[in-house]
């Protein structure tokens, strides 16, 4: 089997190679740490690798896979997002603040696909805790799109959305809290869900905003997507906010038939705003779903326009209280010699924060300040209930929602690095879902100047299958998805 | 001028859930330091809470052994500050919406008149962790130990007038939250701790002065001194034309002052938002019923009982109920067949006296129930008399047996055989015969004197056992005769 085969497999594809014996988990492996190690230098898509751990849970899989006995993801490599805590291996969030930290327990969403038997290769780039559509805020440096070096790709899970299209990994992590999956996967050209609040555990991922948090898979499928979200779900005891909902096996929920399937368009997110170009490839994927039996329906959502408005009240308020444990008092970083207690807060914090990180807890902040509250935080949770209305109101006719992931493509680094709400546009397709708690998946829907678009789907709460079948359909009818970057360009 | 206390007192009570009310780290009292701190606990990035039930479950007994109402959905919120002790930069508590609302809390003052307190609230978070000032030099060590334990903190209205009515609420807040098992209550050990409320104004004024809060007060005797030496304070800038300035202060014990405890007058922000990573509380009322199911009898109810059942007086109801342990020792006693007067007085008194002079609770008294239980029955029975009761009782104390083994043992028995009484008296009388002379010439009340001599005579003969109802009678008797 060619690198190249190894490289741009899908998770079921490879799944089958492993237990067919056609490769090894540890093959595979290496092909992956290779593939990192020769193209991280110009992506810089991953923070930490862990390769000698992964050889060994990697020969372990094989081992088990000569057995018979196999999870659902044995043997198949992966990254997770620096967001999620990893026993013993360092986890940043992006931030100069964790540069350092080691954590000594894994997140539920680690342990759960570690139990499946999937191999951690690393920790991917994000942006600083999170705060970011473009992957300039990490610590750790920018990401450089794969399609593009010249280009953003996306973010918060800006690495792991690089390092997918890269050939890094089949598998990996993100965590979406206003679109940080959505809007770099459509930036990179792969799948990306957010699963409804809920879905997913969110203990041992390190919190920006506590209510709007979402972890989900990054893949080169809707149907890997499918596996690893059944390997990810699930209620937990250790997250009071965790669904206690059966979880279906979503892979063998797929079947591809969506006749009938009714799909709302809401005028809002295609209004003229929305670039001609995006609009294009949007319709153009939306029609390959009506020609497989769906129908599309005009619907509205009033409240469209105040969701990031609102986001960027309660997003900044609930970061500013979780962002309070790093004080340097107890770990993470500590300025040099503080003078006395003030001292030690404001420079370990100054120091250890970056502008973005600083800017959105300054933010959040003054939204709780005594005489704001009702102004910003009440009103704020009160718009984002009749943002969730809307979307109930539009679900009674619809069975799904689909719109842009993004506005537009990839965009060089810098362009809107200086113009705080021109970044915080890049989510108004996807802020909504979150603030609603609602699924939400991009899919490949073709190219604009040789750089990916994404397709939104959003579902109602707790259908990730209907989405995932949609999606699973378009890739079925079209290649969008097959489109790669020039990976022998990113090797030096 | 004459001015008026105004005090209202916010109380928080360490519940005695096994484990922290957001993590799974024990909560006994006096580990090491930071020996039970989890992750949670410390705040570790990641970490998430998860609600201890028990602790919903103490709180809600509270709020119906203070029949207040319940709330059907209660909420957490966050209080936000920075401190070292505090590992997450905020404190999990009940902002908008508290798991105990508006009730009424009947205090028994010493004369069993019943004085209302309205309670505003009672609502749960977590206690901060201690800084450690004294373990390092020019460093401050952080003991995350007590951090993420549960607290009630509950609420009055100002509806105090004295520190005495301030003392007699904490003292019947106290029993009541033994009584329900939900705090071990222990004050030393920072079980209950009071923050007061306090102002002045004048005499018939509705309105309400400007107030100071003492902080973390921790004794009922500190309670006391500090109102007393805070309304010393505030009349004395009134008296002087001043005013007081609204701040929070604390309690200085050993000068018997109270202090300013910030110097900025800056109000503190503490920007409390919901709680994100928990759900509401919800509660219904079959989960009311539930608890309601498992709430002993308090102790107003057990007051009147042992004044109806038992026959006893207020005073010595009020003494016994408070401790449910001594309450459970005076039934005991009766129910072991000890008269239920005589057991209060036994219990009040010796007993009383003896555990306090060896500093040793109730549940651990030597003498064991049905051991005062036996002597009492022998008291009543004319086996005893009450000075040879005492002896029996410092046996008993002592371990040496049951009341009977010792009274067998040491040959106690009283004498009230009539045949052989009437004998001493007699061999008394024979022996002293000037004081039988002086007797009979004296006149009815020198006489009742006089018969003083021959009763201690006698009490002496018989070493003391002598029933002395029946010598008086016998001497009485005999004397008369001599004429």
Redesign the interface.
């Known amino acids: 089997m060619t690198d190249n085969a190894l490289l741009s497999g899908s998770v079921s594809a490879l799944r089958q190679q492993l237990r067919d014996r056609a490769v090894s988990s540890e093959e595979l492996t290496r092909a992956c740490l290779e593939r990192i190690e020769a193209c991280n230098g110009k992506l810089n898509a991953v923070i930490t690798m862990c390769s000698e751990l992964a050889i060994d849970s990697a020969r372990a899989a094989d081992k088990a896979i000569a057995k018979g006995d196999f999870g659902s993801l044995t043997g198949i490599p992966l990254l997770h997002k620096d967001i999620?805590?990893t026993d013993g291996v360092r986890?940043t969030?992006g931030s100069r603040m964790?540069e350092q930290?080691v954590?000594?327990?894994d997140?539920t969403v680690v342990s759960k696909m570690k139990a499946e038997g999937a191999v951690m290769l690393g920790k991917c780039n994000m942006d600083e805790f999170a705060m970011g559509s473009s992957n300039e805020t990490s610590f750790f440096g920018t990401v450089k799109n794969p399609w593009d070096l010249n280009c953003v790709p996306g973010g918060s899970s800006g690495g792991s959305a690089a390092a997918l299209a890269a050939g890094m990994a089949p598998l990996v992590t993100g965590t979406d809290t206003g679109g940080s999956i959505r809007q770099p996967a459509s930036l990179c050209g792969v799948t990306g869900l957010k699963p409804t609040y809920g879905r997913v555990s969110?203990?041992?991922?390190?919190?920006f905003?506590?209510?709007l948090d979402q972890a989900g898979p990054m893949a080169r499928t809707a149907e890997d997507c499918a596996i690893a979200l059944t390997a990810m779900a699930g209620i937990d005891?250790?997250?009071?906010?965790s669904a206690d909902l059966p979880v279906p096996d979503f892979h063998a929920g797929l079947n591809h038939d969506i006749q009938g399937l009714r799909i709302g368009l809401p005028r809002e997110y295609f209004n003229d705003d929305l670039d001609p170009e995006v609009r294009e490839r949007v319709m153009t994927a939306l029609s390959v779903l009506e020609q497989a039996g769906a129908t599309l329906v005009d619907i509205e959502l009033p409240h469209s326009h105040y969701a990031i408005a609102t986001y960027y009240v309660i997003a900044p308020?609930?970061a500013?209280?979780n962002?309070?444990?790093y004080?340097g008092?107890?770990?993470g970083y500590r300025c040099d010699e503080p003078v006395d207690?003030e001292d030690l807060?404001l420079r370990s914090r100054s120091e250890g924060f970056g502008e973005e990180v600083q800017r959105r807890i300054l933010v959040g902040?003054y939204a709780?300040?005594?005489g704001f509250?009702d102004a910003y935080?009440n009103k704020a949770q009160q718009v984002r209930r009749v943002i969730t209305e809307d979307f109930t109101r539009a679900f009674d006719r619809v069975d799904v929602i689909a719109g842009p992931s993004a506005p537009g493509i990839a965009f060089p680094f810098g362009a809107k690095q200086q113009d705080p709400v021109a970044m915080y546009m890049e989510d108004i397709y996807t802020l909504a879902v979150n603030l609603a708690g609602l699924p939400g998946l991009s899919t490949p829907a073709g190219l604009i100047n040789g750089m990916p678009v994404g397709l939104q789907l959003i579902g109602k709460p707790f259908d990730e299958q209907t989405i995932l079948n949609a999606a699973h359909r378009l890739q079925r009818d079209t290649d969008w998805h097959l489109a790669r970057p020039q990976l022998e360009a990113l090797a030096p | 001028m004459s001015w008026e206390t105004v005090i209202g007192l916010e109380v928080h009570l360490q519940l005695a859930t096994q484990s922290k009310i957001f993590s799974g780290s024990a909560t006994v009292f006096g580990a090491a330091p930071n020996e039970q701190a989890d992750?949670v606990d410390?705040?570790?990035?990641?970490?998430?809470?998860?609600?201890n039930e028990e602790a919903v479950r103490y709180a809600v007994k509270f709020g119906l052994g203070i029949g207040a109402r319940i709330g059907e959905r209660s909420v957490f919120d966050?209080k936000?500050y920075?401190y070292?002790d505090l590992?997450?930069?905020?404190q999990v508590s009940q902002f908008f919406a508290p798991i105990v609302c508006e009730g009424v809390f009947e205090v028994a003052l010493e004369d069993g008149t019943l004085y209302p307190i309205r309670i505003t609230r009672a609502h749960l978070e977590e206690d901060a962790g201690k800084s450690v000032h004294d373990a390092f030099s020019r460093e401050t060590g952080?003991d995350l130990n007590r951090a993420g334990t549960p607290l009630l903190e509950i609420v009055t209205e100002p509806d105090f007038r004295s520190a005495e009515q301030a003392v007699a609420y904490l003292k019947a807040l106290h029993s009541l939250v033994t009584y329900l098992g939900i705090s071990d209550g222990n004050m030393a050990e920072g079980s209950m701790r009071c923050d007061i409320n306090i102002s002045l104004r004048e005499k018939g004024s509705d309105a309400l002065g400007t107030r100071t809060e003492i902080k973390n007060v921790n004794s009922f005797r500190f309670v006391e001194r500090a109102i007393h030496s805070e309304y010393e304070r505030q009349a004395d800038i009134l008296d002087n034309g001043g005013s007081i300035t609204q701040e929070t202060r604390l309690y200085d014990a050993e000068q018997n002052v109270t202090r300013s405890m910030r110097s900025k007058e800056v109000?503190n922000?503490y920007?409390?938002?919901p709680e994100?990573?928990?759900?509401p509380i919800v509660i219904d009322a079959e989960y009311i019923e539930s608890v309601r199911a498992t709430l002993p009898e308090l102790p107003g109810a057990k007051r009147m009982r042992f004044t109806a059942e038992y026959g006893l007086n207020e005073y010595d109801a009020a003494l016994l109920v408070p401790n449910h342990s001594l309450a459970d020792y005076f039934e005991s006693v009766v129910t072991a067949g000890g008269a239920a007067k005589p057991a209060a007085n036994w219990i009040l008194g010796d007993l009383t006296a003896a555990l306090n002079r060896s500093e040793t609770d109730i549940t651990d008294s030597p003498v064991s129930a049905k051991q005062l239980a036996g002597l009492i029955v022998r008291i009543e029975d004319g086996t005893l008399s009450s000075k040879l009761a005492k002896q029996v009782f410092d046996a008993l104390w002592a371990g040496e047996g049951d009341a009977d083994q010792i009274i067998e043992a040491r040959g106690l028995k009283q004498v009230s055989d009539s045949g052989a009484l009437e004998s001493m008296v007699e061999a008394v009388i024979a022996a002293n015969p000037a004081q039988v002379a002086q007797y009979l010439a004296a006149d009815e009340a020198k006489q009742k004197k006089l018969s003083g001599f021959f009763v201690g005579q006698i009490m002496k003969a018989s070493k003391g056992q002598a029933n002395p109802q029946m010598v008086n009678e016998l001497l009485l008797l005999k004397l008369n005769d001599q004429s």
Do not use: H, Q, W
């Open positions: 999620f805590c986890t969030c964790l930290f954590p000594a327990y997140a969110r203990l041992g991922i390190i919190a905003a506590s209510s005891a250790g997250d009071s906010t308020a609930e500013s209280a962002l309070a444990r004080d008092v107890r770990f207690l807060y902040t709780l300040s005594a509250y935080f | 992750a410390l705040g570790m990035p990641g970490m998430l809470p998860v609600l966050r936000n920075f070292p590992p997450k930069g905020y952080i109000a922000d920007r409390y938002f994100p990573d928990l759900l």
